[in-house]
């Protein structure tokens, strides 16, 4: 889940797309009527896509062998289910996650941003804009899905755990502060 959220982050910086969130995914399963349980699998993430007219599913998946992380992220056409690309990338070690996740949002921005220019834009790498530590981004990830359930005393626990973890976490004291 923090690995998904550091990668939405990464993707929301490109100009050309439009990235929804776990809560703008809720929020479209909510106008249908339907409610998502904990995680939002392939299936449930494709409707949500058609219903959003979303050009794109981007299914992420991790293999973890020692140290190495193998990250895979599978492009899916909503209407079709057909795959429209996968990229990869590989970190070794925790504290390369946020590189690779880097890597994989370029890899993405090249293949789904319909304008050049922006596809190539230069954005801020992942660990300046979030935080370098995977612990830390989980905890603010687990926040986020609180606040989305207006479960705030335990967003707030939670942020004060990544902010623990980490102070210099921009956005997990942004949300401690809301």
């Known amino acids: 889940d923090a690995i998904s959220g550091m990668f939405v982050t990464s993707l929301e910086q490109a100009r050309g797309l439009l990235v929804l969130t776990r809560s703008q995914m809720t929020d479209v399963l909510a106008v249908a009527g339907m409610t998502p ?11 949500i896509c058609r219903r959003a007219g979303a050009a794109a599913l981007l299914v992420p998946s991790v293999r973890k062998d020692g140290e190495r992380y193998d990250i895979t992220l599978d492009a899916v056409e909503p209407l079709r289910g057909g795959r429209l690309f996968t990229a990869t990338a590989v ?79 921009g956005l997990a004291h942004a949300r401690l502060a809301y």
């Open 91 to 169: 970190a070794v070690g925790k504290r390369q996650l946020p590189a690779a996740i880097d890597t994989l949002s370029q890899r993405v921005r090249a293949r789904l941003d319909r304008s050049p220019e922006s596809a190539r834009a230069i954005v801020r790498p992942l660990a300046e804009i979030t935080t370098a530590s995977l612990g830390a981004y989980h905890h603010y990830d687990q926040a986020e899905r609180r606040i989305d359930r207006l479960e705030m005393q335990e967003a707030r626990a939670a942020l004060e755990s990544a902010v623990a973890l980490d102070s210099t976490f």
């Open 37 to 47: 349980g904990a995680r939002i699998n392939e299936s449930l993430g494709l409707e």
